[in-house]
């Protein structure tokens, strides 16, 4: 199964490393796509440098 994270961040902002592939889906909203299986754990990190 994949589970869809959505993460809002506000101003200008831009992802500097991550565990799996992000996709900015518009100004303020990231999200990424993550493979879990059936009854199974998945960790997700992620760095973000935003400014005002």
């Known amino acids: 199964m994949t589970v869809e994270i959505r993460e809002t961040i506000y101003g200008s902002w831009e ?3 991550s565990s799996f592939p992000p996709t900015k889906l518009d100004a ?3 999200s990424f796509s993550v ?3 059936a009854n199974g754990k998945a960790t997700v990190t992620y ?3 935003s400014r005002w």
């Open 15 to 17: 992802v500097l490393n």
């Open 28 to 30: 303020n909203t990231l």
């Open 35 to 37: 493979p879990v299986a």
């Open 47 to 49: 760095r973000v440098r």
